[in-house]
């Protein structure tokens, strides 16, 4: 096995290549223009992180650039297949017992199905299966509904071969109003009792009341309507995705950070949440590293904030989460996550723009992520000359279908990407 050891601040990163019949080992500096590649292990650490404003903050939008015919590069042994095109907003999505794959397009406000009828593994069926939501993101299958959560309200219609009418499950407002980020998330205990909500903040950094910057648990009534939820835990800026480990009752969130502090503040990240947990924003990030202007604000909170279990690149933009446990991956990874880097605007040396795997041995994540999905930039990193990223797409979604194909999301290009062994 060969190591490549690139060394930047706040991060380790490692890129393995597989040597046929070979374990040799060896160590060398990168070049800091290698683009991402499947199998590069990412460990940043609180400890090495920057002081505030190290380096100044700046925004740095992608440049969207045509695809081409490029496809997403994933690890060796793995069929990437582009499953469907021109899903114009692609967002969240979920993928039923049949393998039929169910897109949120938040911004036309539509829910649209796609299917591979004839097995060859891209989509041959497109149809807009419910529309006239608010900003829809949040999808579950659960009790034999499609459950769709949107800025408003949570809804839900009968799943199967043909598909009810669009209930209202929840009062209006239900999940903290409009305004700022705009995503809801959902996740449904496994007994189907509770449900959980992730709502963001209205800015990017401001004391805001509840249920903003939360995770919000709502109790299930028998005939499956919701009304107010209580806090579950709190501090968490943009909770974007969530979902329960199988076989488990661990909840689990991506969060995008706070802007503004430079390029190496602050990580995003991956973490277990549990009842009552309190994450730093505003007051706090990556543990107890004060925020300025706002830490003696409340030194309380500062000095009860969490370090979440694994960082990401700082402005990485976590959107989608999933677990492997069903996915046909090697026994090592199967307790393993699979999460969706949309990629930065807030960075002169831009990140993201892929998919990675959150590695975790013996039910606790180690600190590590490893590329999954890489390609969708075109461009390579370059800190000596930075430039806005060229990037035909940004992977927003991931979900793992019944056969253990992987589909991925993408926002910019429109497409959804089917991944197989």
């Given at each position: 096995?060969?190591?490549?050891?690139?060394?930047?601040?706040?991060?380790?990163?490692?890129?393995?290549?597989?040597?046929?019949?070979?374990?040799?080992?060896?160590?060398?500096?990168?070049?800091?223009?290698?683009?991402?590649?499947?199998?590069?292990?990412?460990?940043?650490?609180?400890?090495?992180?920057?002081?505030?404003?190290?380096?100044?903050?700046?925004?740095?939008?992608?440049?969207?650039?045509?695809?081409?015919?490029?496809?997403?590069?994933?690890?060796?042994?793995?069929?990437?297949?582009?499953?469907?095109?021109?899903?114009?907003?692609?967002?969240?999505?979920?993928?039923?017992?049949?393998?039929?794959?169910?897109?949120?397009?938040?911004?036309?406000?539509?829910?649209?199905?796609?299917r591979d009828r004839n097995g060859d593994g891209t989509a041959d069926q497109r149809e807009?299966?419910?529309?006239?939501?608010?900003?829809?993101?949040?999808?579950?299958?659960?009790?034999?509904?499609?459950?769709?959560?949107?800025?408003?309200?949570?809804?839900?219609?009968?799943?199967?071969?043909?598909?009810?009418?669009?209930?209202?499950?929840?009062?209006?407002?239900?999940?903290?109003?409009?305004?700022?980020?705009?995503?809801?998330?959902?996740?449904?205990?496994?007994?189907?009792?509770?449900?959980?909500?992730?709502?963001?903040?209205?800015?990017?950094?401001?004391?805001?009341?509840?249920?903003?910057?939360?995770?919000?648990?709502?109790?299930?009534?028998?005939?499956?309507?919701?009304?107010?939820?209580?806090?579950?835990?709190?501090?968490?800026?943009?909770?974007?995705?969530?979902?329960?480990?199988?076989?488990?009752?661990?909840?689990?969130?991506?969060?995008?950070?706070?802007?503004?502090?430079?390029?190496?503040?602050?990580?995003?990240?991956?973490?277990?949440?549990?009842?009552?947990?309190?994450?730093?924003?505003?007051?706090?990030?990556?543990?107890?590293?004060?925020?300025?202007?706002?830490?003696?604000?409340?030194?309380?909170?500062?000095?009860?904030?969490?370090?979440?279990?694994?960082?990401?690149?700082?402005?990485?933009?976590?959107?989608?989460?999933?677990?492997?446990?069903?996915?046909?991956?090697?026994?090592?990874?199967?307790?393993?996550?699979?999460?969706?880097?949309?990629?930065?605007?807030?960075?002169?040396?831009?990140?993201?723009?892929?998919?990675?795997?959150?590695?975790?041995?013996?039910?606790?994540?180690?600190?590590?992520?490893?590329?999954?999905?890489?390609?969708?930039?075109?461009?390579?990193?370059?800190?000596?000359?930075?430039?806005?990223?060229?990037?035909?797409?940004?992977?927003?979604?991931?979900?793992?279908?019944?056969?253990?194909?992987?589909?991925?999301?993408?926002?910019?290009?429109?497409?959804?990407?089917?991944?197989?062994?």
């Amino acid at each position: 096995m060969e190591w490549e050891i690139k060394m930047y601040p706040a991060r380790l990163l490692f890129s393995r290549s597989v040597i046929a019949a070979g374990i040799a080992l060896c160590a060398t500096m990168a070049q800091a223009q290698t683009p991402d590649q499947p199998g590069d292990v990412f460990e940043i650490r609180a400890q090495d992180l920057p002081a505030p404003f190290a380096t100044q903050s700046v925004g740095n939008s992608s440049d969207t650039v045509a695809r081409d015919g490029r496809i997403p590069i994933a690890p060796d042994g793995y069929t990437v297949t582009l499953f469907a095109a021109d899903i114009t907003g692609a967002r969240n999505l979920v993928v039923d017992q049949d393998g039929a794959v169910i897109v949120a397009r938040s911004r036309a406000g539509v829910v649209t199905l796609l299917r591979d009828r004839n097995g060859d593994g891209t989509a041959d069926q497109r149809e807009e299966i419910a529309s006239g939501f608010n900003r829809p993101h949040g999808l579950a299958l659960h009790d034999g509904y499609l459950w769709i959560a949107d800025l408003d309200r949570l809804y839900r219609l009968k799943w199967g071969q043909q598909w009810g009418r669009v209930e209202e499950m929840s009062p209006r407002g239900v999940f903290g109003g409009t305004g700022g980020h705009w995503t809801r998330n959902i996740a449904f205990s496994p007994d189907g009792k509770t449900l959980y909500a992730s709502i963001g903040s209205r800015g990017n950094i401001a004391e805001e009341p509840s249920p903003r910057a939360t995770i919000q648990r709502f109790s299930v009534a028998s005939d499956g309507k919701i009304e107010g939820g209580e806090t579950f835990a709190s501090g968490l800026r943009n909770p974007v995705g969530i979902a329960i480990k199988p076989g488990t009752d661990q909840l689990y969130t991506v969060v995008n950070e706070r802007d503004g502090l430079g390029d190496g503040l602050v990580p995003d990240y991956f973490t277990q949440v549990q009842q009552g947990d309190f994450y730093g924003w505003p007051y706090a990030y990556s543990g107890q590293y004060p925020q300025p202007d706002y830490a003696d604000r409340r030194p309380d909170l500062v000095a009860q904030s969490k370090l979440p279990d694994v960082l990401f690149e700082s402005h990485s933009a976590p959107i989608g989460l999933t677990f492997l446990a069903d996915a046909g991956v090697p026994t090592d990874w199967r307790d393993d996550a699979l999460v969706a880097l949309r990629g930065s605007w807030n960075a002169a040396v831009p990140t993201g723009y892929k998919v990675v795997r959150v590695e975790i041995q013996e039910g606790v994540p180690t600190g590590r992520y490893i590329n999954f999905l890489t390609g969708f930039r075109v461009d390579a990193p370059n800190p000596d000359a930075p430039s806005p990223a060229k990037v035909w797409g940004r992977p927003v979604g991931v979900a793992v279908g019944p056969d253990g194909a992987i589909y991925v999301s993408d926002d910019t290009g429109g497409t959804i990407w089917r991944i197989s062994k």
